[in-house]
C-alpha cells in the first residue's frame, strides 16, 4: 500500500506495510523500486510547484497590461456602430431606438441593464469601450494571477497564456459596441475564478464577501450565456482541489464521493447559481416570437455534432491561420509590427522554472484543450448555431474559442522545452502564436475601422441633401466589388443610417445583395411578431435606391485606415473633408429593382 503525505512544500508517497492473518509483509523489489520512482516524481512536480508559486508577478503583469493595451488600442479609435448595435444604442440623444425586446423578446435582462446605462449617459460609445476594455484587462490579470497562485504556470506561461486568450482573433467583433457586454462577461468569468481562489484558504468575514463577489462575478458573467460551460470547468476545478486535500486512506470512491458532497455543501451558492439564473430567464424572460424560432434548440444526432465541431474547427482555427498567411504577404508591415512587439514581451518574461520532469504537465493542457473545445461548441450545437469567418458578426461564437488554443500552445511549449531550454521553447512558441494572433488583431481591427469610416461617409452624404420622397431604400453598395475586404451592410446598419441623417421616421433600408427578393414580406412578418426589434421599421412605404460607390479618395482597408489616423491624431487634413472623397452617393426614387412588393391582403368575398 501507498499512502500520499501532503506536507508544506513536499508532496511524498510513504510505504505501509501489509498485514494479513496477523503478519506483516514488507514492500520488496520491483514494488519497492515503483515507490521510489514514484515518490521522486511527486517531489519534482512539488518543486516544481513551488517554484511556479515563488517567482515574482508584478513585472509580468505590467507587460501583460503594456501587450494588451497595443495591441487593442485601435479600439479606442473606433467609434462606429455595427449591426445590432445600432438597435440599442443611440449614437445621438435624439435617435430614437426601443431595447424592450431584450426583456420581452431576446431574454436578456443583464444585456438591457448594461445597455440601459449604456444611453442613460449619453455617451453610450464611450461606455461601451471602456466596459469592453476594463473585461480585457481584469480578465487577462485574473487568469495569469489564479494560474500562478495554483501553481499551474510559470511567470511566462501565465503571461503568455492570458496573452493568447485575450488576443484571439477568431473573434472579430473585439470593437463592437454592443458585443462589448459579452467580452466583459468572459473577462468576469476570470475575476470570479481568481476570488475563489482567494476565498478557498480565507477565514471569517473575509471569506463570506469573497464568496459573495464571487457569486455576484459569476452571475453578471452569465450575460454571454454560454460562459456556463467554463463555469462548469472552473467548478471541476473547484472539486479536484477538495479532492487533493481529502484524505488518501479513504480509499477512491469514498474520497470522491466526499469531495462532491463537501463541494456541494461547502459552496450551496456556486451549484444553484446556474439553476438560479436559468430558472429566472424561463419564468420572467422567456424567448418569444423570431427568438424563439432562432434558437433552434434541439438533440443533435452524433454525424450532426462531427459536422459542427468541424465548423468551429475550421472557423476558430484553420481559416485564421490562413488568413494570417495570406494577409503577411499583401500587409507585411502589419506583422513586422507584431513580431516586434511579441519579442519585446517575451525578452521581458523569462521563463525561469525548469522543465517539467513529468509528461502530466505536457500533456494534460492539450487533453484539456480537446475536452474545452468540444464542450464550448457543444451549446451552439444544439441551438442550431454555426460560426463564420467570411462575416465578422457570425464569429461572435468564438470568444472563448482563445482559450482551447493558449492551452494547445503550452502542450506545444512545455514538449519543446523537454530538447532546449525553457526561455526558448517559450520564445519560439508563445512568440510565434503572439505574432499571429496580434497581426491578425489589428488586421480585423482595420476592417471594422474601414466599415465604420464607409458608414460615416454615407451618413454625411444623406445628412448633407433633402429627404426624397421615399421611407424604403435599397444600398447598391459598390464597396463590395471594390478590391478590399467589405462585407456588405446590415438591415440594422442601413436603417440606423437614414434615421441618423433624417431623423426618426419609418424608415426600413437594406443593402441590395445582402438581402432576399423577398426581404420586405419577411421584414413586415417580423415587426409584427412579438418582441421583435422591429416594430418601428415599416417596409410598406414608398421606395428608392441608394448607389453608394467608392469616391476619389477610395483605397484599401490598411491605406484608408492609415490616412484616417493621419487625419485625426496627426491634423494632416480635415475628417469631414475625407470623408467626402470617401464615396459618391446618388439616390433614384421608384420601385427597387428584383424585390417583391408587399402583397396585400385579398377583398373579403362578396355575399
Not at 39 to 55: H, I, K, M, N, V
Not at 149 to 164: I, N, Q, T, Y
Not at 452 to 467: H, I
Request: proline share 6%; with cysteine.
Amino acid at each position: 500500500m501507498f499512502i500520499a503525505e501532503n506536507r508544506p512544500g513536499r508532496l511524498s508517497v510513504q510505504p505501509v506495510r501489509s498485514s494479513i492473518g496477523g503478519r506483516i509483509f514488507p514492500v520488496k523489489g520491483a514494488r519497492r523500486r515503483a515507490l521510489a520512482d514514484l515518490t521522486r516524481a511527486c517531489e519534482s512536480l512539488s518543486r516544481y510547484r513551488s517554484s511556479l508559486r515563488d517567482a515574482p508577478l508584478p513585472r509580468a503583469i505590467v507587460v501583460l497590461l503594456a501587450v494588451l493595451l497595443a495591441a487593442h488600442a485601435p479600439m479606442l479609435l473606433n467609434d462606429g456602430l455595427f449591426m445590432d448595435d445600432w438597435l440599442v444604442l443611440k449614437p445621438r440623444p435624439d435617435y430614437f431606438i426601443d431595447i424592450d425586446f431584450l426583456l420581452n423578446g431576446a431574454g436578456h435582462p443583464i444585456f438591457y441593464s448594461y445597455d440601459k446605462f449604456a444611453n442613460w449617459t449619453g455617451a453610450p460609445v464611450a461606455v461601451m469601450v471602456s466596459l469592453a476594455f476594463a473585461g480585457i484587462v481584469f480578465g487577462a490579470t485574473s487568469l495569469a494571477l489564479t494560474a500562478r497562485r495554483l501553481g499551474l504556470l510559470d511567470r511566462a506561461e501565465a503571461v503568455g497564456f492570458a496573452l493568447s486568450v485575450w488576443t484571439y482573433p477568431g473573434y472579430q467583433l473585439w470593437a463592437g459596441k454592443a458585443n462589448a457586454v459579452y467580452v466583459f462577461s468572459f473577462g468576469l468569468l476570470f475575476v470570479g475564478a481568481w476570488l475563489l481562489t482567494l476565498a478557498f484558504s480565507a477565514r471569517g468575514p473575509r471569506r463570506v464577501l469573497l464568496r459573495l463577489a464571487c457569486a455576484l462575478a459569476f452571475l453578471l458573467g452569465f450575460a454571454l450565456n454560454s460562459t456556463i460551460v467554463l463555469f462548469a470547468f472552473v467548478m471541476l476545478g473547484l472539486f479536484v482541489a477538495i479532492w487533493r486535500g481529502g484524505n488518501a486512506a479513504d480509499g477512491f470512491v469514498r474520497r470522491t464521493w466526499l469531495a462532491g458532497w463537501r463541494c456541494a455543501a461547502g459552496y450551496p451558492e456556486l451549484i444553484a447559481l446556474p439553476l438560479i439564473y436559468w430558472g429566472t430567464l424561463n419564468i420572467w424572460f422567456k424567448r418569444m416570437g423570431v427568438y424563439a424560432q432562432h434558437y433552434d434548440a434541439h438533440f443533435p444526432a452524433l454525424g450532426e455534432l462531427a459536422r459542427g465541431w468541424w465548423a468551429f474547427f475550421v472557423a476558430g482555427y484553420r481559416d485564421v491561420m490562413a488568413n494570417a498567411v495570406r494577409t503577411a504577404i499583401t500587409v507585411p508591415t502589419l506583422f513586422i509590427a507584431a513580431a516586434v512587439l511579441a519579442g519585446i514581451a517575451v525578452l521581458l518574461l523569462r521563463s525561469d522554472t525548469k522543465p517539467a520532469a513529468s509528461r502530466l504537465a505536457i500533456f494534460l493542457p492539450l487533453v484539456l484543450a480537446v475536452m474545452l473545445f468540444l464542450a464550448l461548441a457543444s451549446p451552439y450545437l444544439i441551438a442550431g448555431l454555426r460560426p463564420s469567418s467570411m462575416h465578422f458578426y457570425e464569429s461572435r461564437h468564438l470568444l472563448m474559442f482563445g482559450v482551447p488554443s493558449a492551452l494547445a500552445l503550452l502542450a506545444v511549449k512545455r514538449l519543446v522545452e523537454r530538447w532546449t531550454s525553457p526561455r526558448l521553447a517559450f520564445a519560439a512558441v508563445f512568440g510565434a502564436g503572439l505574432i499571429v494572433s496580434i497581426g491578425m488583431l489589428w488586421t480585423n481591427y482595420i476592417f471594422m475601422q474601414a466599415r465604420t469610416l464607409k458608414q460615416e461617409a454615407l451618413a454625411r452624404d444623406l445628412a448633407g441633401r433633402a429627404q426624397p420622397a421615399a421611407t424604403v431604400y435599397a444600398l447598391d453598395d459598390g464597396f463590395f466589388d471594390y478590391p478590399s475586404r467589405h462585407v456588405p451592410f446590415g438591415l440594422a446598419e442601413v436603417t440606423g443610417m437614414l434615421r441618423l441623417a433624417w431623423g426618426n421616421q419609418p424608415f426600413f433600408g437594406f443593402a441590395l445583395r445582402a438581402e432576399r427578393p423577398d426581404i420586405l414580406r419577411s421584414m413586415d412578418q417580423a415587426r409584427k411578431a412579438p418582441g421583435s426589434a422591429f416594430h418601428h421599421f415599416d417596409p410598406s412605404g414608398p421606395q428608392a435606391t441608394i448607389s453608394f460607390q467608392p469616391g476619389p479618395g477610395a483605397a484599401p482597408n490598411p491605406v484608408l485606415v492609415r490616412k484616417y489616423y493621419a487625419c485625426r491624431l496627426l491634423a494632416r487634413c480635415d475628417v469631414p473633408e475625407f470623408l467626402a472623397q470617401l464615396a459618391q452617393v446618388t439616390i433614384k426614387l421608384g420601385p427597387i429593382t428584383g424585390i417583391l412588393p408587399i402583397e396585400k391582403n385579398a377583398a373579403p368575398e362578396a355575399r
